[in-house]
């Protein structure tokens, strides 16, 4: 009796992917950038290849013209059909646009496997030609694991998907950090905590959070990009902006010594996805307290789970509120800090989501 072959996972990214993986490697950044390859592997039943992101230059500048982002590796990949089974870009669209039409004209036949995190296309749309558009190219998909059981069922309804065969295809996975590499960063008795600390470059609003510590003494440290860099008149004496590059292993000292993570989140309705699911990681990974602006289509709720404090979108008063309840109430700090511990074990890590991701990959037909 012939062996079954482990399925050939091609993975694609946005950025370097090769480089996530090699930090890893070397201690200095989770598994869990590398979009659960380290996961699958460790389990056994699937084989992981990175595919290099960038080989022809010219071709992105192309691509970009026309709106297609990462044109070289989408032509690259039609001519290395031969060395894998199914297709994985956890950006979904982003990586695949080309891939996608290809597929629907019948020229390209490779399964393809995706993550989504915000909605697909125009899934939000009132328009009812878009919404059916968006339908009919997200089930040029074979496999679809949302990121967020709400983004999945706003998808459901809005897209009208009622067909057994594509619910079939849909699967949630909850997205998150990996245990090994934070096990050697945890918190410490005795550490000092001297600030509030708030990072991140996607729908940030840190123009809220600013206001709301103008209002009070407490340190605050912003680490952003130039793009997200909070265009304000001036910045009180207890609030401090990093817009410049910083390696994520000397970003997680700030974390370690911060008092509790910051979130603050400001985009349209219509986009509305897992926003801040990249900055929970590290919440829970480090045990740390969490005030965070609402966001329904997250699926760990931190409010709920019993380590953070929702507050509204532009909410001054509620951030001031928060804040200050996790500086000056010992308990409730301790409170947050031991159950955001306890969902990154129970609920929210890598070794999950490697779990549900293998699933995923072994139901999809391989051609």
Known sequence: MKVKEKPRLLLV??????????????????????????????????????FPHEKYRILNKIGNVFKVKHLDQQLRILFYGKHYDILYAP?????????????LLGIYRKPILVTIHQPFMKTNSTNKFYRW????????????IFL??????????????????????????QWGPDTKF??????KEGDKLNYFISAGHTSRDYVTLIEAFKKMEHQLKIFCTPKSKPQVDSLPPNVSINASFIPYEQLLKFYKESIAILIPLKYPLVQEGCQGMTSLQDVVALGKPTVITENPCINIDAAKEGFGITVGKGDV???IDAVELIANDKAVFQRMSDQAKAVYKGKFNAELFGEKLEKAVLKIPLR
Request: glycine content about 6%; overall charge positive.
């Open 148 to 173: 967020s059981e709400k983004l999945k069922e706003i998808a459901v309804k809005s897209l009208n998907i009622t067909d057994k065969d594509q619910l079939d295809k849909i699967d949630t996975a």
């Open 317 to 319: 008063q509620g951030w």
């Open 91 to 103: 950006y979904s669209l982003s990586n695949t646009r080309l891939l996608i039409v290809l597929k």
């Open 182 to 187: 934070y096990n050697k960063i945890t918190n």
């Open 13 to 50: 990214n946005n950025y370097n992917m090769e480089k996530a993986y090699h930090l890893w490697e070397k201690g200095e950044s989770g598994s869990h950038h590398v979009w659960g390859k380290v996961e699958l592997e460790k389990r056994g039943k699937v084989e992981v290849e990175i």
């Open 133 to 144: 558009l968006s339908k009919k190219f997200l089930f040029q998909y074979d496999g679809i």
